[in-house]
Every structure is written in C-alpha cells, then in structure tokens.
C-alpha cells in the first residue's frame, strides 16, 4: 500500500524557518518525481516545488529563494525547508509522488497534509 506522511508543520513566525518532512512507503522511491503542493483557505491547490529522482528541482516563482526542497532516496524521504517566512505562505502542504507511466501518463499519490501557519 503506497503511503505518504508528512511531518513538521506548525506555528512559524514572519521571518523565520520550519522543516517538512514527507516519508514514502509502499512505492519504489527513487522513480518517483517527489513535490510539494500548497491549498490556502477558499484557494486552489498550488505547486510550491518538486524533485526528480535525479534531483532537478522546480520552483513556483512566490517561493524560488526561500524554499528548498532536497531528497534523500536512501529513506525513502522528501523535505521542504522553508526559510523567509511570510503569512502568505500559510496553508496546508501537501506531499506527493508522482510516477510516469509514459511520457505523458502518469499516477499521483498524495499525502494527508500538513498545516502550516505563520503569524506576522
């Protein structure tokens, strides 16, 4: 059974850090393309950031500079290090796994997800 978990959400303040963390299970890791997303009350879910197996990274462009998202294939493991940060950023944070199937099919995997809040 394929199993997302993500960890380390929470209370930040305006400026500073918080660490997430998403363990995988269930799925070979290292062909997976890791990625957070991001839903804001009455919003739309929204790419933060993601990782190939290789570890290419993309960013959305609110968060290129301040967050960084690594991987660490040998756990089974995705991070999200959230450094800068603004109230705007408030939101539950979802992980995800994605595998290709094809060059253009693939099957997602999500996360329950975690909240983050950062008061100004």
């Known amino acids: 059974q394929v199993q997302l978990v993500e960890s380390g959400g929470g209370l930040g303040q305006a400026g500073g850090s918080l660490r997430l963390s998403c363990a995988a299970s269930?799925?070979?890791?290292?062909?997976?393309?890791m990625g957070w997303y991001r839903q804001a009350a009455g919003k739309q879910r929204e790419l933060v950031a993601t990782?190939?197996?290789?570890?290419?990274?993309n960013y959305a462009d609110s968060v290129r500079g301040r967050l960084i998202i690594s991987r660490d294939n040998a756990k089974n493991t995705v991070y999200l290090q959230m450094n800068s940060l603004k109230p705007e950023d408030t939101a539950v944070y979802y992980c995800?796994?994605?595998?290709?199937?094809?060059?253009?099919?693939?099957?997602?995997?999500w996360g329950p997800g975690t909240q983050v809040t950062v008061s100004s």
């Open positions: 995800n796994a994605r595998k290709y199937t094809s060059l253009s099919a693939f099957v997602d995997t």
């Open positions: 990782i190939t197996p290789g570890g290419a990274t």
């Open positions: 269930g799925i070979i890791f290292n062909t997976n393309r």
